[in-house]
């Protein structure tokens, strides 16, 4: 009998299979970073896109309202305090603008430390229900900053008094996106900022402290920034 001409195929050896996987391993490793930041991205820009379109909303309310913002709550929604009563509802400023916006989704930020599903931004008391040519700067007057731990329509964090915040009174990290926050102004404009920059760093008020954005009106009594 006469031998076959073809000769077997010539496999990978165990070492050279390790050291592809390791190739592969230190790629990935290279790259994943690289992937979850460009994701990153893409989410933040998704959340500036919400808050300039809330931003929008609150002026269109303003005008069918006799030029005044809406109050964080219209129910136990003093912009310096105030507990809705047991058993009522607070109606708060998501709920009076979504004729504006028609979808609940908008005020969600897919980058939201505390859960996707939670309402991300908070209305600052010093602008709640005050006229909307009443500050005196209107590119420096934040309408909303990102901070909440609770769903669309809740009593709770619809407010908020200091721009670290994150959730409730508590000043401090988590912060949303790269260690700073979108922030959303009185003129339309959206903008981040890190944590120690920008609204951040604001202090008009005596006896105030760095963020502060609780009392209406123009330093030394209230917290409105002044023209640059």
Not at 166 to 192: E, R
Request: hydrophobic residues 35%; neutral net charge.
């Amino acid at each position: 009998m006469r031998r076959s001409g073809v000769r077997a195929g010539k496999g990978f050896t165990l070492i050279e299979l390790l050291v592809v996987i390791a190739i592969i391993s230190v790629l990935a490793s290279m790259l994943f970073p690289v992937f979850s930041r460009a994701r990153s991205k893409a989410r933040q820009a998704a959340c500036t896109s919400n808050m300039r379109q809330l931003a929008m909303a609150f002026l269109m309310y303003a005008e069918d309202y006799s030029e005044l913002l809406p109050l964080w709550s219209l129910v136990g929604g003093d912009p310096v305090g105030g507990d809705p009563p047991p058993g009522t509802e607070p109606y708060t400023w998501d709920t009076q603008i979504q004729p504006y916006v028609r979808n609940i989704q908008i005020v969600l930020c897919p980058e939201n430390p505390h859960g996707r599903d939670k309402r991300s931004y908070a209305e600052p008391r010093y602008i709640s229900g005050v006229s909307v040519g009443a500050p005196p700067a209107p590119d420096r007057t934040v309408v909303l900053m990102e901070k909440g731990a609770s769903p669309p329509g809740a009593w709770a964090d619809a407010a908020g008094e200091n721009f670290h915040q994150s959730k409730g009174f508590g000043k401090g990290p988590p912060y949303f996106h790269y260690d700073g926050k979108n922030f959303a102004f009185l003129d339309g404009h959206v903008k981040w900022y890190r944590k120690d920059a920008g609204p951040f760093t604001w202090v008009y008020r005596t006896g105030g402290e760095p963020g502060d954005c609780w009392y209406p009106g123009e330093a030394p009594s209230g917290d409105w920034p002044p023209p640059e």
